[in-house]
């Protein structure tokens, strides 16, 4: 929340993908918002490995270069974490909990969930609408304390001063809708297809493939699980968040995979960026 | 749409919290022991102008009072009262003294000066005769007007007797 609600405030904006570094410069005032400065760093190979970051000193020392390089030290930081490494589950408690005791019932959740789940983790949790009075519905969302604790100590080292942790597809469904459409978000190395309902993600996909021949085929399978799972809620429109080069091929077969309607991001930038801006649209807490 | 932290964003609200708590107290604290000050201050300012005020009513009724004392010693009735009581006495003698003047042998006997010195009142005047003089001076006796009555005068002149004596009386 901003303590003062006649000055702007300004917000980085950070994606990290397997390709390279996203930053966006983030001027919000109580009308607009406005675009400073973008920033694309690429990263080598074997910086990431199965998905996941492994070498945090060489991420760190990129980094913080970039940071001063733009002088963006201790600006406030949003960053996102890729839904596949993070899990999301809804979870109904009885009404009247306090925030530990439903931290709590979280943890017993997940050590049934995952038996021989021994790490530590880090947990948010969100109130969704209940639909019995006496019922909380909360929405939560898990990942490893080590990973997370390492990728807070890189970009405290880096310079940036970090508010909140978002998970990407909800960055992403910020940047470029604000009605609950489904997105497919194809990148470079890696893909995702994801639906939502009115309070949170209800469908998530995300995969590597070498070839686009072989994108579109998991594609395909994906969509084919979801119109499978999914009958009631047959989707009707999409949002193809997809290079330019690329765009027709992804619009092709998402015709012929079903009847519906390819929605274009109304973006001001380039779909590159799109996480980047929606982690950055956030609103930062007074902390 | 829900919105997800992961950051530990529960333990730092916690400790903003609590910061802004503790400012907020200090603020207030702060306020309160100005407003006080400025209270105090405003209560000394106005203690003190009332005591000036005071002071100055007091000087006042002293003033007053002095002035009321200067009055009363100007106005005093007492001493007058006793003063006017002795004129009145003083006057009733005379008015006695005249009336008695009159009285005794008015058309023989004629005054032609009077004068007064502290208790001795000198009568200068004609008698037609000795024996008119002498019949006034023993009538006047007989009134007792004057405790002691000496002739310092008499003297013939064609057809009337000219004196002078004096009357002694007590001092007033």
């Excluded at chain 1, 489904?182 to 070839?211: C, G, N, R, Y």
């Excluded at chain 2, 004392?69 to 100007?74: D, F, N, S």
């Excluded at chain 2, 000795?130 to 002739?151: A, G, V």
Aim: aromatic fraction near 10%; charge should be neutral; include cysteine.
């Amino acid at each position: 929340m901003n303590q003062f609600p006649f000055t702007s405030q300004i917000t980085i904006g950070l994606d990290i993908q397997v390709d390279a570094i996203r930053l966006l410069q983030l001027k919000k005032s109580r009308r607009q918002s406005e675009i400073l400065h973008t920033a694309k760093l690429s990263l080598p190979q074997g910086l990431f490995s199965e998905g996941k970051i492994n070498d945090w000193q060489l991420l760190t020392s990129l980094l913080a270069e970039q940071v001063e390089n733009l002088g963006w030290q201790n600006l406030p930081t949003v960053i996102g974490l890729p839904a596949h490494l993070v899990r999301m589950q809804r979870l109904s408690l009885p009404a009247g909990l306090s925030a530990a005791e439903i931290e709590a019932d979280i943890f017993l959740q997940l050590q049934q969930e995952m038996p021989g789940l021994s790490e530590p983790l880090a947990i948010d949790f969100s109130f969704l609408s209940a639909k019995e009075p006496d019922v909380l519905e909360v929405l939560y969302t898990a990942v490893r304390e080590h990973y997370l604790a390492a990728y807070l100590q890189c970009l405290a080292v880096s310079g940036l001063n970090v508010k909140i942790v978002d998970v990407d597809c909800y960055a992403l469904k910020r940047a470029l809708t604000s009605e609950n459409l489904p997105i497919l978000h194809v990148k470079k190395h890696d893909s995702e297809f994801m639906v939502f309902d009115q309070h949170s993600l209800i469908f998530h996909q995300h995969w590597s493939a070498e070839t686009s021949e072989e994108n579109l085929l998991r594609l395909k399978d994906y969509w084919q699980i979801y119109a499978a799972t999914f009958r009631e809620h047959p989707l009707k429109q999409i949002i193809l968040c997809v290079e330019e080069v690329a765009y027709f091929a992804y619009e092709k077969i998402l015709r012929e995979l079903a009847d519906c309607e390819i929605v274009s991001p109304a973006l001001a930038m380039s779909c590159d960026f799109a996480v980047a801006f929606g982690l950055a649209q956030r609103e930062l807490p007074a902390w | 749409m829900v919105t997800i932290n992961l950051f530990p964003w529960r333990q730092r609200q916690q400790i903003y919290q609590q910061r802004m708590l503790k400012k907020i107290i200090g603020v207030a604290f702060l306020l309160t022991t100005v407003a006080n000050i400025i209270l105090y201050g405003a209560l000394l300012h106005k203690e003190n102008h009332a005591r000036l005020r005071l002071a100055a009513i007091k000087r006042e009724l002293k003033r007053y009072a002095a002035l009321q004392a200067r009055i009363a010693v100007k106005t005093n009735f007492a001493a007058p009262i006793s003063m006017t009581k002795e004129l009145i006495e003083e006057q009733e003698t005379i008015k006695t003294f005249f009336a008695r003047m009159g009285e005794a042998y008015a058309a023989e006997v004629c005054f032609t000066s009077l004068a007064r010195e502290q208790n001795k009142m000198t009568f200068v005047g004609r008698a037609r005769s000795p024996s008119d003089m002498s019949q006034f001076f023993q009538e006047w006796q007989n009134t007792r007007l004057f405790p002691e009555m000496q002739i310092e005068k008499l003297e013939q002149r064609h057809d009337a007797l000219k004196f002078r004596w004096q009357g002694i009386f007590h001092a007033l």
